[in-house]
């Protein structure tokens, strides 16, 4: 489907010229419902100028009619009812148009793919990696339905051999009851006379010799049949044996790695229509296979013939019923995973997803899953099959669930959409190991049967691993935890074992990644900003990047002690830059806006080259979730001299009283955003409206951003603009003819040794907003109409 889902994305004249491959001679709703199967046919193993072909040709004609067939069969309410008329038509169709040229399908076919991949590789530069990616995807996907397309043959061939087989041993059994009645008239020989005797015994001797020769010849021709079609069913279990390893070892574990990868903001690990249609394949070959070696073995019983027959057949019963085990215990996997952060007394969802239920019947009975929450230890005993005696770790709600059958996409599921943790037992934390460290994971567990109770499966997967918090406040450490798990965890581990340390660049892939998804942006992590976060995780000032590469970062150094000189670790800090920037600065980030990731002797090197009035945004070093404004400006104290001032950081609680692009326009000595765009090109379109004039005498208040030390005269309110409150020292005049005390003169600094200004030392905005509205109304406006 790879191609048909590229092709989809065409755009402009590619996109006209791709709709104009279709028409009555093949509609394009046919190519839309049968991509998977039309790509994964073998069209260009015909050679169209070879009539000997027309006969590949022809089956592939009956075997599109049929799959259009099938699928107008599936289409079930209104919507559907429509559809299936119109496959229907279809079939009937490209039946009456190729039954005489099959060849022609395949030639219109060929076209048709041909273009669609020369289309998509133009759109999307074949060179490029993503180009190449879909390529060695379709090429594995190719050798995969050239696999099953082989075991097809394989079985089409062993029952054809079964068939003569039965045939054969038929017709043996009526020659020998034939040798039984010669035998019995030669028995009743004794009561005649001699006479008659011997003028009768000759005879029905020598047809017994000669039945009796032909039943010996042919119980060998039998006993040769029997182990030729035994030796094919092993080559055929061979093969399947490979090519569910392929599916259920390669694909399938891709996907759930894709899944995992997927909690830390990873591309999504994509659907399973694909991986499901191949695990039904095997699962009707299987089932196929397994059949016939049922007959086989009966057909040995109804007339055993001495050799190593039966013991070849217990074997191949025994592999066959191994390989279908494995099959079935594989594909039942967790479609959407429980939240990897669990908190008690939540509702959550989880959906458990049998791949192979359809196509077993098992939905004849629905089986019924049940979810139990299983601490680490519990979960290696479970892999080692021990008896765990239904031992939980807690209590689940609403944790049981029939799996239900959805005719149309063929799909048996269960869906726990109300499931809430009532309680937790924690086990004995080790060393240092906090309780966002603890994991656990939810265990679904089913049993039921296929073959009307010929085979009972008991199956169960576990989730990714979950950690349980009871308190918002732990969220934070309790990702961290999922992250390292998720990022650094090998295929086949034993629960739920991760590497204690990992180089720097692993690392950075993962933080990279987290960030991306938590910011919703494209903008992630440059080189420098992982320089950055590379000096503050080893505490050190380089800034070559190949200085890192080789270096080792701790779970410890990750999020268990803190940095040098602050109180949190360094997740903590890198997690506070994430939400703030998620919560309020995502626009600002995705401009580029934001360089974020200085330090403030960097901040100050790169703005003293500028202009006064140049400005940056960076992440707080000091504070959890904060990010300063850092400027270039004049010295008030020394005539002259120029010196970098840095804003006190802002938090997401200032933020929601005013946002960081109004906070900008307030402050006007920031007049250039480094390193040389002018602040209203890169923030007006975020700027709010102004407030509306005064209605019926009333004035609306308005909060403004105020640095006193910066303070300019304010704009005149007749020009427009509504009237302000500064926050800090005191304004400078404007045009009104009251003058309004609202705030006590400052005397004093409010810069720190640093150059840092100290809102709180300044005035909380909020506060005394609070203030002015609580004043008695002639207090505050000297009288006017309130």
């Known amino acids: 489907m790879a191609v048909w889902i590229q092709a989809q994305q065409l755009q402009g004249d590619a996109l006209h010229q791709m709709q104009s491959l279709y028409g009555q001679h093949f509609p394009i709703e046919v190519r839309h419902y049968l991509s998977q199967w039309i790509e994964s046919q073998l069209w260009d193993a015909i050679d169209l100028e070879n009539p000997q072909e027309e006969f590949k040709a022809k089956r592939l004609l009956d075997s599109l009619i049929q799959e259009l067939q099938n699928k107008a069969e599936h289409q079930v309410g209104e919507d559907g009812f429509l559809l299936k008329i ?63 397309e082989e075991l097809r043959l394989l079985t089409q061939d062993t029952e054809n051999d079964l068939r003569k087989l039965q045939h054969n041993q038929e017709y043996f059994i009526i020659q020998y009851q034939e040798s039984l009645r010669i035998q019995a008239q030669l028995t009743s020989l004794a009561t005649l006379p ?24 042919e119980a060998n021709t039998l006993q040769k049949y029997r182990l030729d079609l035994a030796e094919k069913h092993q080559k055929t279990l061979q093969l399947l044996r490979k090519q569910q390893t392929i599916i259920l070892d390669d694909e399938l574990i891709q996907w759930k790695r894709r899944q995992q990868l997927a909690g830390n903001g990873g591309p999504p690990e994509g659907g399973l229509d694909i991986l499901q249609s191949w695990c039904e394949k095997l699962a009707e070959t299987i089932w196929q296979n397994r059949q016939q070696i049922r007959r086989a073995e009966h057909l040995r019983q109804q007339l055993p013939i001495p050799g190593p027959i039966e013991e070849l057949l217990n074997d191949l019963n025994s592999t066959i019923t191994d390989i279908i085990s494995a099959l079935v215990t594989s594909t039942f996997i967790i479609e959407k995973q429980p939240p990897q952060v669990l908190k008690t007394q939540t509702k959550f969802a989880a959906t458990v997803r049998l791949l192979v239920g359809g196509k077993l019947n098992v939905h004849m009975n629905p089986p019924q899953v049940k979810a139990t929450i299983v601490s680490e230890q519990q979960a290696k005993a479970l892999l080692k099959n021990e008896n765990t005696r239904n031992d939980s770790s807690g209590e689940i709600l609403n944790n049981n669930c029939v799996m239900e059958y959805h005719q149309t996409t063929g799909t048996l599921s269960a869906h726990f959409r109300n499931m809430s943790l009532k309680r937790i037992k924690r086990s004995d934390r080790r060393g240092a190991e906090s309780v966002t460290e603890e994991k656990f994971t939810i265990l679904f567990e089913s049993q039921f049967s296929v073959g009307g109770n010929e085979l009972v499966f008991q199956v169960k997967t576990l989730s990714l691993p979950v950690v349980v918090i009871v308190h918002g406040s732990q969220d934070n450490n309790a990702t961290a935890t999922v992250l390292w798990d998720n990022a650094f965890a090998e295929t086949g581990r034993v629960p739920f074992l991760v590497p204690d340390k990992v180089i720097w660049p692993q690392l950075c892939d993962a933080i990279n990644m987290k960030y991306k998804a938590e910011v919703q942006s494209n903008r992630g992590l440059s080189e420098e900003n ?76 790169m703005l003293m080259s500028k202009p006064n009035g140049t400005f940056l945004l960076r992440f707080s070093d ?12 004049e010295n008030p104290n020394k005539a002259g001299e120029r010196m970098v001032w840095n804003l006190m950081p802002y938090t997401t609680k200032d933020f929601s009283i005013r946002s960081l692009s109004d906070r900008i326009s307030d402050l006007n000595h920031l007049l250039f955003l480094y390193p040389d765009r002018h602040k209203d090109e890169v923030f007006s379109k975020y700027y709010t409206p ?56 400052m005397s004093e600094s409010m810069l720190d040794t640093d150059g840092d200004f100290d809102l709180d030392d300044t005035m909380d905005v909020a506060r005394h907003v609070e203030e002015l509205l609580r004043r008695p109304v002639d207090s505050q406006w000297g009288g006017q109409q309130s």
């Not at 009937?92 to 219109?108: A, F």
């Not at 006479?195 to 010996?216: F, G, I, N, Y």
């Open 86 to 148: 119109k496959l229907g038509h279809y079939a009937s169709q490209l039946k009456s148009t190729y039954d005489r040229c099959p060849l022609e399908l395949v030639r219109c076919i060929k076209h048709i793919l041909y273009t669609e991949q020369r289309l998509v590789r133009e759109a999307t530069n074949s060179s490029s990696p993503v180009g190449g990616m879909m390529d060695s995807m379709s090429q594995k996907y190719q050798q995969i339905n050239q696999a099953f």
């Open 194 to 217: 001699p006479a008659d005797r011997q003028l009768r015994e000759p005879a029905l001797l020598s047809k017994r010799a000669t039945v009796e020769a032909w039943l010996t010849r």
């Open 530 to 605: 992982l320089v950055f976060l590379a000096q503050k995780a080893f505490s050190s000032s380089s800034n070559n990047p190949d200085d890192y590469r080789n270096m080792t970062m701790t779970w410890s150094q990750f999020n268990r002690e803190s940095l040098p000189g602050r109180n949190f670790t360094f997740w903590q800090w890198f997690d506070g830059v994430m939400e703030l920037t998620k919560k309020h600065l995502k626009p600002h980030w995705n401009d580029g806006a934001i360089l974020g990731f200085v330090n403030k002797q960097q901040a100050q090197d």
């Open 622 to 633: 000091s504070e959890i979730g904060g990010i300063t404004i850092a400027w270039v400006a």
């Open 690 to 745: 102004p407030l509306s004039k005064a209605v019926d005498g009333y004035v609306k208040p308005q909060i403004k951003q105020v640095v006193p030390e910066f303070t300019t005269a304010n704009p005149d309110p007749s020009s427009g603009n509504p009237t302000y409150m500064d926050h800090g020292a005191s304004p400078a005049p404007v045009n009104h003819p009251h003058t309004y005390g609202i705030y006590p003169p």
